[in-house]
């Protein structure tokens, strides 16, 4: 078993609290864009189109992560009083939420500036996946994504009271150790990040590699969320995330599927 007692809470200033998992987040979100903007300078994109389209990505990302989590813990929280709704600096986030909104503002700006759709969201790829490992490292601080009682050795028990994982799991009245989800997800997402860039200019059509991103992390996010303490079913057994992974796959591999079957583009002959 492994003991976690970290404070979870960098400081707090007045009403202002910086959380090892806030902290994380920016790192995520800045390695994130750091990564793209190094693979875009063979992609034929200026950093400008890099940096403009990463913004409105993020601005997605942070109403989509609010949104999602709002809908997910709307009959239990606030429906009662819908106006902490808008209170972000309580903390709750949806990864899926961060990801669809990031991914339906950054390739409507896309669209918006003409670049080409499909050569954006491949080249967004590899920096999503590492922001969401880079993301999952302030999770396992802060015990937000705690797992079910587990008694194997690298089980995980947070002592801290601050830490959010101290609400479970509970066996018999007693706080229990429990999988360490968000590791699990770290690794294979960095497994998926080796993926990404060992294919990225190997496949022969545009939103092919963004098409294996969604679809190998939706596969394991689904299998996942069976480990995971801390959510409530909404569909039979499933999961919020684990319904929306289902979605995702019912998309995304058969448009990998067919994508991988048509023929390559021809390359355009110059004047």
């Given at each position: 078993m492994i003991h976690i007692g970290m404070n979870p809470n960098i400081f707090t200033a007045g009403s202002f609290t910086?959380?090892?998992?806030?902290?994380?987040?920016?790192?995520?979100?800045?390695?994130?864009?750091?990564?793209?903007a190094k693979l875009a300078k063979d992609k034929g994109f200026t950093s400008e189109d890099v940096y403009s389209t990463a913004l409105?990505?993020?601005?997605?990302?942070?109403?989509?992560?609010?949104?999602?989590?709002v809908i997910d813990k709307w009959s239990t929280i606030y429906q009662y009083d819908?106006?902490?709704?808008?209170?972000?600096?309580?903390?709750?986030?949806?990864l899926y939420g961060a990801l669809v909104g990031g991914f339906v503002f950054g390739i409507t700006y896309a669209?918006?500036?003409?670049?080409?759709?499909?050569?954006?969201?491949?080249?967004?790829?590899?920096?999503?996946?590492?922001?969401?490992?880079?993301?999952?490292?302030?999770?396992?601080?802060?015990g937000d994504a705690y797992g079910t009682p587990t008694s194997l050795p690298w089980g995980v028990l947070y002592t801290n009271p601050?830490?959010?994982?101290?609400?479970?799991?509970?066996?018999?009245?007693?706080?229990?150790?429990?999988?360490?989800?968000?590791?699990?997800?770290?690794?294979?997402?960095?497994?998926?990040?080796a993926v990404l860039l060992r294919l990225r200019n190997r496949l022969k059509n545009d939103w092919m590699i963004f098409l294996i991103y969604a679809s190998l992390y939706s596969v394991?996010?689904?299998?996942?969320?069976?480990?995971?303490?801390?959510?409530?079913a909404i569909l039979g057994p499933f999961h919020?995330?684990?319904v929306i992974s289902l979605a995702v796959m019912?998309?995304?591999?058969?448009?990998?599927?067919?994508?991988?079957?048509r023929p390559a583009p021809k390359p355009v002959e110059a004047d």
């Open positions: 910086m959380s090892w998992h806030g902290l994380l987040t920016g790192i995520a979100v800045l390695a994130a864009i750091l990564l793209v409105w990505g993020v601005i997605g990302g942070i109403i989509g992560a609010r949104l999602f989590h819908p106006v902490r709704a808008l209170y972000f600096w309580e903390g709750g986030l949806s669209a918006i500036r003409k670049l080409p759709l499909g050569k954006v969201a491949d080249l967004a790829a590899p920096g999503m996946i590492l922001a969401q490992a880079i993301g999952r490292i302030g999770c396992t601080i802060n601050a830490a959010a994982a101290t609400a479970g799991p509970w066996v018999n009245g007693v706080l229990v150790a429990g999988h360490p989800v968000p590791v699990y997800e770290i690794i294979y997402d960095l497994i998926i990040l394991g996010r689904f299998g996942l969320d069976f480990l995971r303490g801390d959510e409530t919020q995330a684990q019912a998309i995304t591999i058969p448009l990998l599927v067919w994508l991988a079957r």
